[in-house]
């Protein structure tokens, strides 16, 4: 068995999906790289995946699909692994090398001593094109080093070190345990992938490397902010099969996990709502509304832990006066952390 795959969904990703590719053969044989073209028809992604599996047999394989959306595409890299760790990498970011190979040691130790570590975590960096800075999100301050833990061993979180799909790697078999399924055709959905198979992880490790470069700065990325109010519904849609995945916290046995996933979901009730706030329109005001009002009607416990929280009032301003205050503080914040 390998010891992790790779999957790099890939839409029209010809211009730099080989800067991705490349960076993950450097774990060789242990890895699985598995090129899931996503219905690409613009360039010559389907033909840049078959030249990578016919020069890497045994460690590359393409995987044609018709276009289902980058959530299919994990979805399809999920239903095809074969290694014992699973990670999605986007094919406009990579891996740092170093890390890489210290990763793949410290996956291979685990399994030679059969320790069970259901994810491990890995810092990640904002490479900005920009302005060519960079900026590290690490988690030394909130995990154990150099030790597998469970829950009740994670420290406090600051809001710009919530778990994101850049920084862990799931144990295959707990993924496929937690039922994950993404929705097609939706973006978003790697806030699903951090958050319902949580419950299902039992045991971490924490890695003090920054293993992810994540590219941030392309016009039609989707956490670019107008791309992101262009597609408003579909960040509702995922925030809702989110409030709908657990009731919290009396589906999550262990306390801290259940206080990490409210202030997790907290954070997107945030993002969704200032993102309505900032389009400006009496329609999308109406959407805002609706989501909250929808959110008390089906789960008032939860919500109420929620909309009492810092980020619940930010969400749900009292009024339009409050609007400004909320949108200049959001900017603020994108200034200092550079998230999009």
Known sequence: MKIITFAVPCYNSEAYMRKCIDSLLVAGDDAEILIVDDGSTKDNTPAIADEYEKRFPGICRA??????GHGEAVNAGLRNATGMYYKVVDSDDWLDKD?????????????????????????????????????TVSYKQALPQDRVFGWNSVGHFRPDQNLLMHSVIYRTKVLRRSGLVLPKHTFYVDNLFV???????????????????????????????????????QQIYVNNLMINAYSLPKDVKNRRLARYMMKYLAMICCVTSIMLIISGTDENRAKLKKLWHDFKARDPEMYWHIRLGA?????????????????????????????N
């Open 311 to 339: 980020r619940g009032i930010v969400s749900n301003p009292p009024g339009r006066w409050a609007e400004p205050v909320i949108v200049k503080g959001y900017h603020l914040a994108q200034k200092i952390f550079k998230f």
């Open 99 to 135: 890390s890489l190979l210290a990763v793949i040691d410290k996956l291979k130790h685990f399994r030679k001593e059969r320790r069970r570590v259901d994810m491990m975590i890995c810092n990640y960096v904002y490479e900005h094109a920009e302005d060519g800075t960079s900026h």
């Open 63 to 68: 995987i044609h699909q018709e276009n289902g």
């Open 195 to 233: 958050y319902v198979p949580l419950p299902y992880v039992k045991s971490m490790y924490y890695m003090n490397v920054d293993l992810y470069r994540y590219y941030i700065g392309r016009s039609d990325q989707s956490v670019n902010e107008q791309v992101m109010i262009g597609r408003i519904d």
